[in-house]
């Protein structure tokens, strides 16, 4: 795979494919937390200290993650913030209005496009949503509008490189490609960690990202690559249903309204094969008259939903912190961002702040959790990739870096 210091950029036009995919708040039009935009700032900057003319592709939320789905108009106003200039917006992605702008910029300039995920094309999530090849994803709508306008495609992205969409993986098969500098650093970071974890290994997941959990969970329990997964979130509940425990009423319609209902057979499976390496929680938190009520995971009321890990479990899961030598932390163990259902989050993530072992953290929600408990400078390495960074650990080859390499080798030549 190439990097930036194998092209001269004087006056070149980079398209940079970077993730700033953070959580939205929609009514007052912000965002939540920069703080994916900032881990790009030193390659956008090193662009432009070369005198490049940077475009930059986005996206922000998804079909899925609809409450995040918006604009990119925010991250314009953060990126001119920590780049202290003008950043332009031409409020399209790839129709005239963005290729006039790219056509007018100067070296040393830089222009952010809306969300790419305005295409439907990129859209390819949804189970029965389009599974496009790379040879596909290169003559989209995107590729085949921006391609022609650039010199050099820099994916910045390693926190969606797990995806394997236009914008990610069709650019390098038109034209020479290169990582930036955080996806290198992450790429080269992880792989380390990677080749030895020191044992045990701890993998935690929980959060409501449940398609990722499953993958990796089976993914690092059939490699051996985890010992132990300690389960918390929507993760947890699917397992105990599955386990035949009630979760409640309000949990099964969360699953039923999210289409999760598939995972009961995966998690009927897994645990039938691995029962000995997953911890479920012991016991529960949900709501009675607005408050916290707690206790053992038999003795969830039929109508309430399980909101957090109780206390019992956040101990049990402190200790195993506690003796294992490496961490991977994905999800949180609850709805953390209410105070009544923070109680969980908050214990693990304490325990993972103060233990000797490595702790790797990946992931928005995580990575809130660790802001907002504890110091993000506890962990060992905070990586911003979060399916990204825990399926790269469980062995798979991600599809941008598939698309990188490949790349790599359709355009060998000597560019500098
Ligand atoms: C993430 O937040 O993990 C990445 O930006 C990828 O987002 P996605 O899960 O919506 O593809």
């Keep these: 795979i190439h990097t930036i210091d194998d092209f001269t950029l004087d006056g070149k036009t980079v398209l940079y494919r970077a993730d700033m995919n953070q959580p939205v708040n929609r009514e007052e039009g912000r965002l939540e937390s920069c703080s994916r935009i900032r881990a790009c700032i030193p390659t956008i900057r090193e662009l432009l200290d ?3 003319k940077v475009v930059i592709l986005i996206h922000q939320g998804s079909d899925i993650e609809y409450h995040n789905f918006f604009t990119t108009k ?16 031409p409020e399209d992605v790839c129709g005239p209005a963005a290729r006039d702008a790219v056509r007018q910029l100067q070296p040393g ?13 990129e859209q ?11 040879g596909e994803q290169a003559s989209t709508l995107l590729v085949e509008k921006l391609a022609p306008l650039g010199d050099l495609y820099v994916c910045d992205a390693f926190a969606a490189a797990h995806r394997s969409q236009p914008s990610l993986c069709g650019f390098e098969l038109v034209m020479p490609s290169a990582m930036g500098r955080l996806f290198e650093k992450e790429y080269c970071r992880l792989s380390e960690l990677m080749e030895s974890p020191k044992r045990p290994c701890t993998f935690i997941l929980g ?12 993914e690092v329990l059939r490699k051996k690559t985890a010992d132990r997964i300690l389960t918390g979130g929507v993760t947890a509940n699917l397992l105990l249903a599955a386990a035949g425990i009630s979760i409640g009423e309000k949990s099964r319609e969360y699953i039923s309204t999210h289409g999760y209902e598939r995972y009961y057979d995966v998690s009927r499976r897994l645990l039938g094969t691995y029962r000995d390496q997953i911890s479920l929680p012991l016991d529960a938190a949900w709501a009675e008259d607005g408050k916290r009520a707690e206790g053992e995971v038999k003795a969830v009321p039929s109508g309430a939903g399980i909101f ?4 019992e479990t956040a101990a049990e899961y402190s200790r195993m912190i506690q003796s294992s030598s490496t961490i991977f932390i994905n999800g949180p163990m609850g709805v953390f961002e209410r105070e009544e259902f923070s109680l969980g989050t908050r214990k693990v993530w304490e325990a993972l702040a103060g233990t000797g072992g490595e702790t790797i953290l990946g992931g928005g929600d995580s990575i809130a959790a660790a802001e907002r408990f504890c110091e993000v400078e506890q962990f060992s390495y905070v ?8 399926r790269f650990l469980s062995g798979e080859e991600l599809p ?3 698309a990188l390499r490949y790349g790599a080798e359709l355009f060998a030549g000597d560019y500098n």
């Design 50 to 52: 070369r005198n490049a």
């Design 74 to 89: 925010p991250h314009r106003d953060v990126l001119e913030k920590l780049l202290e200039r003008p950043v332009g917006f």
């Design 109 to 121: 300039e830089v222009l952010l496009l809306d969300n790419v995920r305005f295409l439907a094309q």
């Design 124 to 134: 390819t999530l949804f189970e029965n949503a389009l599974k496009l090849s790379f």
């Design 207 to 218: 959060g409501a990202k449940v398609s990722d959990a499953f993958g990796v969970m089976e």
């Design 308 to 311: 957090d890990i109780g206390r």
């Design 383 to 390: 990586s911003t990739g979060g399916g990204a960074l825990i």
């Design 400 to 402: 941008v870096i598939q």
